[in-house]
Nanobody, 124 residues
Framework: QVQLVESGGGLVQAGGSLRLSCSASGRTFSLFAMGWFRRAPGKEREFVAAIRWSGPRTDYADSVKGRFTISKDRTLVYLQMNSLKPDDTAVYYC???????????????????WGQGTQVTVSS
C-alpha cells in the first residue's frame, strides 16, 4: 500500500501562487506515476497534472498549462500553481499509480491510492 498526505492549500488572491506538496510513504518503489486531480464545487473530479515516478515525463490539463508545474523530489511530489484564477478553486487530491496502465495517467481509473485532499480557494 501507498499512503499519501497533501499539504499547502489555502486562500490566495487571483494572480497569486501556491505550492501543494504530497508526501508518499509505504511501497513507493512500486509506483509508476503520481498525479494531481481537483474537484470544484458542484463539479466532477478532474485531472490537473501527472509525473512519471521514474523519468521526466509530465502531462497537464489544458486549463493549467503554462501556469502549473508538477515536480518530484524522492517521495515528495509538488504542484506549483502560479497566476491562480477563481476557477482554480477546488479541493486538490494527490494520487499514486501502482501499475502500468498503458495510458498517459490522466484518468482516475489509472490510480490506486488517493490522499485526503487539500482546499485551494482563489478570491477575485
Amino acid at each position: 500500500q501507498v499512503q499519501l498526505v497533501e499539504s499547502g492549500g489555502g486562500l490566495v488572491q487571483a494572480g497569486g501562487s501556491l505550492r501543494l506538496s504530497c508526501s508518499a510513504s509505504g511501497r513507493t518503489f512500486s509506483l509508476f506515476a503520481m498525479g494531481w486531480f481537483r474537484r470544484a464545487p458542484g463539479k466532477e473530479r478532474e485531472f490537473v497534472a501527472a509525473i512519471r515516478w521514474s523519468g521526466p515525463r509530465t502531462d497537464y490539463a489544458d486549463s493549467v498549462k503554462g501556469r502549473f508545474t508538477i515536480s518530484k523530489d524522492r517521495t515528495l511530489v509538488y504542484l506549483q500553481m502560479n497566476s491562480l484564477k477563481p476557477d482554480d478553486t477546488a479541493v486538490y487530491y494527490c494520487a499514486a499509480a501502482r501499475a502500468y496502465s498503458g495510458g498517459d495517467y490522466t484518468r482516475e481509473y489509472e490510480y490506486n491510492s488517493w490522499g485526503q485532499g487539500t482546499q485551494v480557494t482563489v478570491s477575485s
